[in-house]
């Protein structure tokens, strides 16, 4: 099969296992699975398998000083901050909303490499920065009265902590398997969540078996396929085309919120809804454009 089909596969196999990520959370927390307990249990799996998966391919797991650290700042800090603030997110408001405000994570890549890594911001970047806050506008505007704000800025924390988090693995992450990383990622995250957990009472397994399938499924579906999936795709097509197949993802937890939950939507919503995943494809397209708008240099 040519290599781009086969690419363009993995993405959107990366891209369903993410979108079912809170489908699966929401069931979770219904067999009376916590937050803290979810997230270890996630993320020890995660590792494991991870860890199992690097065996058996006979890759080296040493890592020096500078990534160990770098490694534990992904992980342990970042990914653990935006995974609690998204499971967080989805008790308070419906996972459909969770995902779609996660997917504001470009607009939020491309200011932090405007100010960070001094890249220059295209025109296309700018509208489509626009097109996504109207977006939201459409979406949030129309539905705040059965919605508690603290779910909208969970939400948006975990956008920003992801964007954060990816903005740094773009720097400190090179020369490294992404096999490696992500099992060095996932041990480090379980290693946080786990005195997260502590700090709420410890992990509590008492709960109902549906939890076990529910965790079984963000750990095998949404955590391992999901991430070594969307890294195989990544290898075959490139991070362009991968980052932009992969806003398939908020598109999935729509169908299924619907399908599942009965989650009903406007057609104002829908259309906000459509105009956040344009203007994040756009971001993301629009990275390799003719840089229009440049930050302003100190003069020398």
Do not use: H
Request: aromatic share 14%.
């Amino acid at each position: 099969m040519n290599r781009l089909y086969v690419g363009v596969l993995y993405i959107f196999g990366s891209a369903a296992g993410f979108g079912v990520m809170s489908i699966f959370a929401v069931y979770a927390y219904e067999a009376g699975v916590s937050v803290s307990t979810l997230l270890f249990l996630r993320f020890l799996l995660a590792t494991a398998l991870f860890f199992g998966l690097l065996l058996w391919r006979k890759e080296s797991l040493r890592l020096d000083k500078r990534q160990v650290l770098a490694m534990f700042c992904l992980g342990g800090i970042l990914y653990t901050l935006q995974s609690l603030s998204f499971f967080s997110a989805v008790q308070y408001i419906p996972t459909s909303m969770a995902a779609l405000l996660l997917y504001t994570f470009p607009v939020f890549v491309a200011i932090l490499s405007y100010f960070v890594e001094k890249e220059r911001l295209t025109k296309k970047t700018v509208i489509a920065m626009l097109i996504t806050l109207v977006g939201l506008g459409l979406v949030l505007g129309l539905s705040f009265g059965g919605i508690q704000p603290i779910g909208i800025l969970l939400a948006l924390a975990a956008a920003l902590f992801y964007s954060v988090y990816i903005v740094v693995g773009n720097r400190v992450v090179k020369g490294v398997s992404s096999y490696v990383t992500s099992a060095y990622i996932a041990l480090f995250a379980a290693i946080s969540t786990f005195f997260i957990a502590l700090k709420d009472g410890g992990v509590n397994l008492s709960f109902a078996v549906q939890g076990w399938w529910a965790l079984l499924g963000i750990v095998v579906f949404s955590t391992v396929v999901a991430i070594s999936f969307f890294f195989r795709g990544l290898q075959l097509i490139g991070s362009t085309k991968a980052s932009v197949l992969s806003t398939l993802e908020p598109v999935v937890t729509f169908g299924f919120s619907a399908l599942l939950f009965g989650e009903a939507f406007s057609l104002l919503q829908l259309l906000g809804g459509c105009a956040v995943l344009v203007g994040a494809a756009l971001i993301v397209s629009g990275k390799g454009g003719e840089p229009e708008l440049a930050p302003k240099q100190a003069s020398s």
